[in-house]
């Protein structure tokens, strides 16, 4: 197997199969990264005097050319090789000889590695980044396009004071605007290159940290050489961390829309060609899409624990065990992905019920209604407290008030920030665009 650290002798076939695992193909989604924290290095190398300008020249040709492979999808990690690091540099030499071999000089596959994920790591925060913000406008003009349509407010599953759409599709708006403060975060986490710390610690060679730094566009380098091996599973964490806020937001909704869909209930519909059907019954119209983003952001929030898991009790090094934080990491970027295009799609059909007060069952979300409008009028609010419960027990309650048939969510005079009649999208537009500054 074609490895950078041969040295003349080889693994079992065995070992390699278990060593190596799913890296082959893990490794695809960094090559181009691969190839643009090498060109940084090399560039690097050349300033300090370890290339020649020729040499330079010739070695970028070549990775240029490996990068139109990749970006053709021509490229491939060989099956006698171990890692996409190994294939750049082996293609390199089987290109240009020798000089291949040079461009390894002052650094390790750990610090490799290292910079590789996190280049490809902070696209991935990008365009995640731009989905939750095409989501959260969806939502907010939801929320303003039926904030007059009255919608049942429920604790504990039952019951309980008058809500609206408006309230309800802001309300996962602004939860987007905390989850994208933790994305930015990440981000934070992310963008500090550890190229130069080598093993973890540093190089004879006199590298210049600060130029890499810049050619990659990283905000700062990781200073201490330790340290940056150190973010091995820490920035992951931090990714995914990220994600598991994500992943409740969209679950909660998920189960409300589930929930709401049910003929049960009838409060949103969707066309039937977003529902599925059952093989025996044939009136079903099952809410499968958002079952499955329920269960996909289940399987994201397990995420952060199996990566703490995994990274934790270790000492501070390299350990092998850092490589199967792919495994873990690059799926749950992919189902949250899916998850947020999956959501925005099906919000773009969503209808909603304007007529779910015709039914009288609702008509006790408006006793609070009524105990404060007793409690305006003179009643000392916990007399006309009681008085509204005996009158729901007794079956002879009565809001006094427009018809809940008939009303919009204006005629119930909230005006506190954040209520029904202040729905505050603005100010959590100004929020989010603050949250996303990154």
Request: aromatic fraction near 8%; charge should be negative; proline fraction near 4%.
């Amino acid at each position: 197997m074609a490895t950078l650290w041969n040295k003349g002798t080889a693994a079992t076939d065995l070992v390699d199969r278990f060593t190596v695992g799913d890296d082959r193909q893990l490794d695809l989604r960094l090559a181009a990264y691969d190839i643009e924290g090498s060109k940084a290095h090399i560039q690097m190398l050349e300033r300090i005097g370890l290339l020649g300008a020729d040499e330079l020249k010739a070695l970028l040709e070549g990775l240029n050319d490996i990068s139109v492979a990749v970006q053709a999808g021509n490229f491939a990690v060989e099956d006698d090789v171990e890692d996409i690091h190994s294939q750049v540099e082996l293609m390199l030499t089987r290109s240009l000889g020798d000089l291949g071999k040079k461009i390894h000089a002052g650094r390790s596959r750990n610090d490799q590695v290292l910079v590789d994920v996190k280049l490809f790591l902070r696209d991935e925060l990008r365009q995640l980044r731009e989905e939750v913000l095409a989501l959260f406008r969806t939502l907010q003009q939801l929320s303003e396009t039926h904030k007059e349509v009255l919608l049942p407010g429920y604790t504990h599953g039952q019951l309980a004071m008058p809500s609206s759409f408006g309230l309800w599709f802001g309300a996962y708006a602004e939860a987007l605007a905390d989850d994208m403060v933790q994305l930015g975060a990440a981000y934070r986490v992310v963008n500090r290159n550890p190229l130069g710390s080598a093993a973890g610690y540093g190089n004879s060679f006199p590298l210049d940290r600060a130029m890499t730094t810049e050619l990659l566009g990283f905000d700062t380098p990781v200073y201490n050489s330790i340290a940056a091996q150190l973010g091995r599973g820490k920035c992951e964490l931090a990714v995914a961390s990220a994600l598991g806020s994500i992943a409740l937001t969209l679950n909660k909704f998920a189960a409300d829309c589930a929930l709401y869909m049910s003929p049960n209930f009838g409060f949103i519909h969707f066309p039937d060609e977003l529902t599925t059907g059952s093989s025996i019954m044939p009136h079903k119209k099952n809410p499968d899409v958002w079952e499955i983003v329920r269960g996909r952001c289940n399987q994201v929030l397990a995420c952060p624990n199996e990566i703490a898991l995994l990274a934790s009790n270790l000492p501070h090094g390299y350990h092998r065990d850092f490589q199967l934080l792919k495994e873990i990491l690059f799926p749950a970027l992919e189902k949250m992905h899916d998850c947020l295009q999956m959501t925005g799609y099906m919000l773009a059909h969503i209808e909603v019920n304007t007529h779910i007060f015709d039914d009288p069952r609702y008509e006790t979300l408006f006793t609070v209604e009524e105990v404060n409008r007793r409690a305006l009028a003179g009643t000392p609010f916990r007399d006309a407290y009681r008085q509204v419960g005996i009158e729901v027990n007794e079956g002879r309650f009565h809001y006094n008030g427009p018809a809940p048939a008939r009303m919009k969510a204006s005629d119930l005079k909230h005006t506190h920030l954040g209520s029904l009649g202040n729905l505050c999208n603005d100010a959590v537009a100004a929020v989010m665009a603050q949250a996303a500054c990154w």
